[in-house]
């Protein structure tokens, strides 16, 4: 049969959850309370840093973009997630559907790159701290940051119109509550080989450009640690690094899991979308504040101003 007799797909069903009532009505409250606190704790960490002078560094530079992707990343998901819990149909359009997909790809490639920047910016400041004013000035942390921001977005539009490509004659059914590459892809009519290759040749080239940079800059941290005299310095540069390494612990673990696993609409597998694309984006702010004591000072400095203000 000819392709222009075959029925084209303009709009996709998302599954979601669950269909019971009384799940939604759970679902939805929980789901909205993570959103709001997303949105507020990662807002407030940007705030923190943009007005405490003290923590005006590249690390905390680094941390400002890595709040403002978590808050992004979460508004691309959660609020079409919410609209779709009582809804009856459950509907996505095409555009919006693949709108979807290259923000998730770009706040995900984006995320990667700056985590590893983040790496080498502790690698810098704990093995050559003489001479990190100068290795992170403020042109060159721009720069990276920047570069991530590009990389993100490169490797968003090339997956993205390489997938649109496809021909989608039905079913239109996501199992899932987001339009992601794995359940989309398994909606194609043609042949999903070049889209499949490109996605697995981002993640290769993306996990391991971002991933060995990633290791051996807190390879040399622990030897540089381990070669401290002074249990109190090493202690110093353990609790530094020790909020990075559990973000990106929670990052790549779940996002290995997430797309470089075959989709099933599993279970497990909503789980696990549900923990990288909701649940993250909340942990990062919270992990930051609660074990960087730099951070608790700047929120508790600016919370007594604007209680004596109040007053």
Not at 62 to 70: A, K
Not at 95 to 121: H, K, R
Request: charged share 10%.
């Amino acid at each position: 049969m000819a392709i222009s007799n075959i029925t084209t797909v303009t709009v996709f069903v998302l599954l979601g959850l669950s269909n019971k009532p009384q799940a939604q009505i759970l679902l939805f409250g929980l789901f909205l309370m993570i959103y709001l606190l997303t949105i507020t704790g990662n807002l407030m960490m940007i705030l923190v840093i943009s007005t405490n002078p003290p923590l005006h560094t590249p690390m905390y530079f680094f941390l400002s973009h890595l709040s403002f992707l978590d808050a992004f990343y979460s508004s691309t998901i959660v609020p079409k997630l919410l609209e779709n819990i009582f809804s009856k149909w459950k509907t996505i359009s095409f555009l919006e559907c693949f709108t979807q997909i290259s923000l998730v790809l770009f706040s995900g490639a984006t995320e990667a790159c700056l985590l590893s920047v983040m790496a080498y910016d502790r690698f810098q400041a704990v093995c050559h701290p003489l001479l990190y004013v100068v290795a992170m000035n403020k042109k060159i942390c721009t720069s990276l940051v920047v570069a991530c921001w590009v990389i993100g977005m490169v490797a968003s539009l090339i997956n993205t119109l390489l997938l649109a490509q496809q021909h989608f004659c039905g079913p239109n059914l996501i199992h899932s509550f987001a339009c992601e590459v794995p359940p989309v892809l398994m909606l194609t009519c043609s042949d999903p080989y070049i889209s499949i290759a490109c996605i697995l040749t981002t993640m290769v080239v993306l996990g391991l450009g971002t991933l060995i940079p990633l290791l051996g800059s807190y390879i040399r941290i622990i030897m540089t640690a381990l070669g401290v005299n002074s249990a109190k310095g090493r202690s110093k540069i353990f609790s530094t690094c020790s909020s990075h390494l559990l973000v990106i612990t929670i990052f790549y673990g779940s996002g290995f899991f997430r797309y470089m696993t075959p989709s099933s609409g599993s279970v497990l597998e909503q789980v696990l979308s549900v923990q990288y694309s909701v649940v993250t984006p909340l942990l990062n702010p919270l992990i930051y504040s609660l074990k960087n004591q730099d951070v608790k000072a700047a929120l508790k400095r600016m919370l007594s101003r604007k209680g004596s203000f109040t007053f």
